[in-house]
């Protein structure tokens, strides 16, 4: 997936990209704090569970992260 931002791609204006970028941020920030939560009362399941929320939460949060800088350069 992250080819996609080795290349400049002219045809996604930079109020696309900062409305993906808050959208990423938001459900990456929401991943995370569920996942908080769920550490806060463990359970088997729902450690495992946590664990797999936190993964999605911080690539999220990278991804997030990544598009915000790329759409700097735009």
């Not at 569920?34 to 946590?50: E, K």
Request: aromatic content about 14%.
């Amino acid at each position: 997936m992250f080819h996609f931002f080795k290349h400049s791609l002219s045809y996604v204006t930079q109020q696309q990209a900062r409305s993906a970028g808050s959208g990423l941020l938001f459900n990456g920030m929401l991943c995370i704090l569920f996942a908080l939560a769920i550490l806060a009362n463990p359970d088997l399941l729902a450690f495992l569970v946590a664990v797999f929320l936190m993964i999605v939460g911080v690539s999220l949060l990278t991804t997030w992260w990544k598009v915000r800088h790329w759409a700097k350069k735009l």
